[in-house]
């Protein structure tokens, strides 16, 4: 049984900053990409940032310069650290895993996601 759990969302003010981190668990037998996706009420979920296995990020135009995504493959964890927050920036974030377990003798690879964790940019 894989799981995702974030933690570190919440209320913070217009300019403050905020670290997001996902821990995966479960029998995993290897992870490509982790990211993270957001989704403010009544828009779609959108591709925060990414972060390919071999360290390679990609993120959203409204996320460059001010989020800076990161993991730990020995502890099998993503973070996001976000600065110079906005209320824009108001929306439930998931993290997601494309990981592998092993049932058997075979490979299966899928995403996984996080349940999501509440960010609140307000004065």
């Known amino acids: 049984q894989v799981q995702l759990v974030e933690s570190g969302g919440g209320l913070v003010q217009p300019g403050g900053s905020l670290t997001l981190s996902c821990a995966t668990s479960?029998?995993?037998?290897?992870?490509?990409?982790m990211g993270w996706y957001r989704q403010a009420p009544g828009k779609q979920r959108e591709l925060v940032a990414s972060?390919?296995?071999?360290?390679?990020?990609n993120y959203a135009d409204s996320a460059k310069g001010r989020f800076t995504i990161s993991r730990d493959n020995a502890k099998n964890t993503v973070s996001l650290q976000m600065n110079s927050l906005k209320p824009e920036d108001t929306a439930v974030y998931y993290c997601?895993?494309?990981?592998?377990?092993?049932?058997?003798?075979?490979?299966?690879?899928?995403?996984?996601w996080g349940q999501g964790t509440q960010v609140t940019v307000s004065s």
């Open positions: 972060i390919s296995s071999e360290d390679i990020t």
């Open positions: 479960g029998t995993i037998f290897s992870i490509k990409t």
């Open positions: 997601t895993s494309e990981l592998a377990i092993l049932s058997g003798r075979t490979i299966i690879w899928d995403n996984y």
